[in-house]
């Protein structure tokens, strides 16, 4: 019976993560709708989030009038100022953090402007663990779990950044650096920006409901994030999805930061951009693409000649990436969601002419929805994975050290 | 008390499917073996193995003189004569079948070379089902399973030939058809060539414990099976993996079978290889493709630089399958086996061109192990994945229908 013990015991605790998953995803949800999507019986979904409810991860009220006979389904609720994570985003061009509550709302930010090259890792660190002390809040509430997204491939055991191209990093140990500093006696879960940005868009997003998805993220390179059989392709060491790095031009592609020559993110980045727009010496970053987008929206032809060209080098790289993952969506975050309007038409064309018509039956392109928080929001998802797995071990890990 | 007896009935289902799988894969195996490969004591593994030898599924029995002291752990064996598929193989040049036994062995075969182009779908049919009757063994043996490899693109639910460029089908109910001829009332599972050779490979070949694996067959095309986390990519369809599609040669590429330009396969293709040597009016074929091999070995230039420049378009698309899947291995199958060797060269160096220093640290590339026999052997796995997801309910299905 040891072995059947055991067994209720795991069962038990799968079962409540599930609920807690449930929650977190759905919002307020009703015990019925929960024993529906499980495939529970009511009682036993009563016990489950009477557990969830004492430890303080969910609270269950009536719900408003139902107009309806009856006694009404209580509703489920993530107690989401209570029980939170902070997530961590290095981006390009900014360093952002927030507080976000069970259930996936954000509940307070900071965001500072970054120098483009340079920053050290002390320099990035600081800033984020001042951001931390801000959104820390103790008392009766409890910090779950620390997440970050970071622009370059990153070790996933212990948040190492291998390869940061953007800054010059390699080998910085930016993950334990970042929980030493922030002293929450939690580790830092890192993770790619793109990859991050495609479970977001996955689980909260454009994607939801898609078991494949290809998600390319724009911001200096082109990063990826590719979710197959409903989970991130990660490879053997934790770097797959370098999408950015497919050779479409073999001929007399440009320079890449990688050292090779004519990679997807060297001819659609936005340097590509802005050379072939003419508009080189001026602005850059998210400003200097907008600033070519509106001027094609305008009539502006080298501007609008220079999308198209930009859109032909994407439309090669999404066709590649179509017929070999069979998607049912792509989709283009980062500064992608900029380009992407104009560029649609080349893209388009490049799908129809190179996919096989069967992979390309039921895929469909779009812009991310959660904008530019999708990498945020993925480093919160990945802070959050502890506790949906094993809500009340996580918990009673005792209470947090206080901030140093 | 329901809900744990089907709990307890699906886990004892589960753990026949396990034991059986670890006979059907590794052979004649000790029960302390399975004991400890399945973390389960040495009385559960005895009921479990009980339980499929009174099914005749597996034999114990004693091990030849171990040299060592005290009472030798049974051996559980493959009832290999009794316990069999047919597997079925439609390749480029020739039709195979044969009877595989539970373990994995190839007990008979059958063959017939095929006319390249306008066979049609009855006369396929006719040939395999004629091999399916003089292979089907009755009586006190039981065929558990039918399985088929195909070159080209298949729907899984019911192996519908959806797109098979080299016959010129379009939409040909091979899978049916070939069920209702064959008369077992079994279905045959139908699986793309690419797709199942990787399969072979990952589970018996070179790639054995990769869990990332890109498997590149060729035969007058060239097709993949991507295996990402020990699963076979398969997509929103199953239509995933056409690696062979990949543009790598964006502008003056050669016209592709699929309507396009410039895909790996147009670049690498036997076509390719043969008019880059200059022979493209002698031999076809593996034969075609053995005498540029061997010609190149003595000494033609001509035949050489085929084999280069072949290498390297196929180490641009080896290239971009690193840097997006991270594998621990490149499988080269089919007529690549016979390319590979002249053109590595190439391939490696525009691995290290094009490649992120990180993403190719622990990649090798290798031939594949099972020869041209990996489609075939795929296939026999195929057919053996009910067997092994619920032994005894396979096999109670009842006796066979005898062969019209």
Same mark, same amino acid.
Request: glycine content about 16%.
């Given at each position: 019976?040891?072995?059947?013990?055991?067994?209720?015991?795991?069962?038990?605790?799968?079962?409540?993560?599930?609920?807690?998953?449930?929650?977190?995803?759905?919002?307020?949800?009703?015990?019925?709708?929960?024993?529906?999507?499980?495939?529970?019986?009511?009682?036993?979904?009563?016990?489950?989030?009477?557990? &969830?409810?004492?430890?303080?991860?969910?609270?269950?009220?009536?719900?408003?009038?139902?107009?309806?006979?009856?006694?009404?389904?209580?509703?489920?609720?993530?107690?989401?100022?209570?029980?939170?994570?902070?997530?961590?985003?290095?981006?390009?061009?900014?360093?952002?953090?927030?507080?976000?509550?069970?259930?996936?709302?954000?509940?307070?930010?900071?965001?500072?402007?970054?120098?483009?090259?340079?920053?050290?890792?002390?320099?990035?660190?600081?800033?984020?663990?001042?951001?931390?002390?801000?959104?820390?809040?103790?008392?009766?509430?409890?910090?779950?779990?620390?997440?970050?997204?970071?622009?370059?491939?990153?070790?996933?055991?212990?948040?190492?950044?291998?390869?940061?191209?953007?800054?010059?990093?390699?080998?910085?140990?930016?993950?334990?650096?970042?929980?030493?500093?922030?002293?929450?006696?939690?580790?830092?879960?890192?993770?790619?920006?793109?990859?991050?940005?495609?479970?977001?868009?996955?689980?909260?997003?454009?994607?939801?409901? +898609?078991?494949?998805?290809?998600?390319?993220?724009?911001?200096?390179?082109?990063?990826?994030?590719?979710?197959?059989?409903?989970?991130?392709?990660?490879?053997?060491?934790?770097?797959?999805?370098?999408?950015? +790095?497919?050779?479409?031009?073999?001929?007399?592609?440009?320079?890449?930061?990688?050292?090779?020559?004519?990679?997807?993110?060297?001819?659609?980045?936005?340097?590509?951009?802005?050379?072939?727009?003419?508009?080189?010496?001026?602005?850059?970053?998210?400003?200097?693409?907008?600033?070519?987008?509106?001027?094609?929206?305008?009539?502006?032809?080298?501007?609008?000649?220079?999308?198209?060209?930009?859109?032909?080098?994407?439309?090669?790289?999404?066709?590649?990436?179509?017929?070999?993952?069979?998607?049912?969506?792509?989709?283009?975050?980062?500064?992608?969601?900029?380009?992407?309007?104009?560029?649609?038409?080349?893209? +388009?064309?490049?799908?129809?002419?190179?996919?096989?018509?069967?992979?390309?039956?039921?895929?469909?392109?779009?812009?991310?929805? &959660?904008?530019?928080?999708?990498? &945020?929001?993925?480093?919160?998802?990945?802070?959050?994975?502890?506790?949906?797995?094993?809500?009340?071990?996580?918990?009673?890990?005792?209470?947090?050290?206080? &901030?140093?």
């Amino acid at each position: 019976m040891k072995h059947l013990g055991r067994f209720q015991e795991e069962s038990r605790r799968h079962n409540l993560g599930t609920v807690l998953r449930h929650v977190h995803m759905a919002g307020p949800i009703s015990r019925s709708e929960l024993a529906e999507r499980m495939g529970l019986n009511r009682s036993t979904i009563m016990g489950l989030t009477a557990e &969830l409810t004492a430890a303080g991860l969910v609270r269950e009220e009536l719900p408003r009038d139902t107009g309806r006979a009856g006694r009404p389904s209580l509703l489920v609720r993530p107690e989401s100022d209570r029980v939170y994570v902070l997530a961590f985003d290095v981006r390009v061009d900014r360093l952002v953090a927030c507080r976000v509550g069970l259930g996936g709302e954000i509940l307070e930010r900071r965001e500072a402007a970054r120098r483009r090259a340079g920053a050290d890792l002390d320099d990035v660190v600081d800033v984020l663990a001042g951001f931390g002390r801000e959104l820390y809040r103790g008392g009766d509430a409890i910090c779950v779990g620390l997440g970050a997204a970071y622009c370059g491939m990153i070790r996933p055991g212990d948040g190492m950044v291998r390869f940061g191209p953007d800054m010059g990093w390699v080998d910085q140990a930016f993950g334990t650096e970042l929980g030493d500093r922030l002293g929450l006696g939690l580790p830092v879960a890192v993770g790619n920006e793109a990859h991050l940005g495609a479970v977001a868009e996955h689980v909260r997003g454009v994607g939801v409901g +898609h078991q494949n998805l290809v998600y390319l993220h724009g911001d200096v390179g082109v990063g990826g994030g590719i979710i197959v059989g409903g989970k991130l392709l990660d490879g053997d060491g934790g770097y797959g999805c370098e999408l950015g +790095h497919m050779i479409v031009n073999p001929y007399d592609g440009r320079p890449c930061g990688c050292g090779s020559r004519g990679c997807l993110e060297a001819e659609v980045g936005e340097q590509a951009l802005l050379e072939a727009a003419g508009r080189s010496g001026e602005l850059v970053g998210r400003e200097g693409i907008r600033t070519v987008v509106a001027a094609a929206a305008d009539g502006d032809e080298a501007a609008a000649e220079a999308l198209r060209r930009i859109g032909d080098w994407l439309g090669i790289g999404v066709a590649n990436l179509i017929n070999l993952f069979n998607p049912g969506m792509i989709v283009f975050g980062g500064m992608l969601q900029d380009i992407y309007p104009g560029a649609a038409d080349q893209v +388009h064309r490049r799908v129809e002419a190179n996919v096989l018509v069967i992979s390309r039956e039921r895929v469909s392109l779009r812009t991310a929805a &959660l904008g530019d928080d999708a990498t &945020l929001i993925g480093a919160a998802e990945l802070a959050f994975a502890e506790v949906l797995a094993s809500p009340l071990e996580t918990l009673a890990r005792g209470t947090l050290s206080p &901030l140093a």
